[in-house]
């Protein structure tokens, strides 16, 4: 994998957090909306244990539920 993964909803201020912090530092990612779509929601639960956004999965393959900062 050579971008970021980040699983958001609509209207959630850690996702737009997690995402003006990628687009600031120009780190490559792909957003996809883990509301909206109930196939992604399920691939999300399944590499996170849970349903919390915004879920980050990382080039490594690491993952990260939440964001507050880096």
Known sequence: MSETIIYT????????AALADFNKRGVPYKQIDA??????????????GGL?????VH????????FDGY
């Open 9 to 16: 909803k609509p209207g959630c201020p850690y996702c737009a």
């Open 35 to 48: 509301q909206g779509n109930a196939a992604a929601r399920e691939e999300m639960r399944k590499i996170s």
């Open 52 to 56: 919390k956004v915004p879920t980050i």
């Open 59 to 66: 080039p490594d393959g690491s993952v990260a539920v939440g």
